[in-house]
């Protein structure tokens, strides 16, 4: 399994506003209807990201920090187009969540407020599924045990994707 813990720092500094250690401010590359693309360097590393938030997020009313759905290139690290989900609330400890996407589904493995693909191998396969779908819905449960379902428009990833695979290579 991998994960890297950069995701809370993109996270973090999307809105521009940190520079934590040795990253610089992010640079906003392009707009892809509801897709946005970023570049920053974390030390001697460049890294790219497509992020884009829920069009619709339920049970409506629920205490949460902002939800982010990545996708991330991190070419020093020979990372590509890994997808990862920022729940704004912590899993349920050893739990799992759920991607679909169409009537494909995938598995992904949980980390405090972080979600990535379980199966590595099935990550290209959940691209593809991006790609050719309209919406993405993750669905998850929180420490407290409320199932959260959220709800990502897909209308510019596949743009997002050949900018951030343009910029980091």
């Known amino acids: 399994m991998k994960y890297v813990r950069t995701l809370g720092l993109a996270a973090t500094m999307v809105l521009g506003t940190v520079t934590i250690a040795g990253a610089q401010t992010p640079t906003l590359l392009e707009q892809f209807s509801r897709w946005s693309t970023y570049t920053y360097t974390n030390g001697e590393e460049k890294v790219c990201y497509a992020i884009t938030q829920p069009t619709k997020s339920e049970p409506a009313g629920v205490k949460r920090d902002p939800v982010y759905l990545f996708i991330t290139n991190r070419p020093k690290q020979s990372v590509q187009r890994e997808v990862?989900?920022?729940t704004g609330y912590p899993y349920k400890e050893g739990s799992v969540t759920e991607a679909k996407v169409g009537?494909?589904?995938?598995?992904?493995?949980?980390?405090?407020?972080s979600a990535w693909v379980q199966n590595s191998a099935d990550e290209s396969r959940l691209i593809a599924a991006m790609r050719a779908g309209s919406d993405?819905?993750?669905?998850g449960t929180s420490r407290r045990g409320t199932v959260t379902v959220d709800t990502y428009?897909?209308?510019g990833v596949t743009a997002a994707i050949n900018r951030i695979d343009?910029?980091?290579k």
């Open 153 to 155: 428009s897909l209308s």
């Open 103 to 113: 009537s494909d589904t995938f598995t992904l493995f949980t980390k405090e407020q």
């Open 84 to 86: 990862s989900v920022e």
């Open 166 to 168: 343009a910029e980091c």
């Open 136 to 139: 993405m819905v993750v669905t």
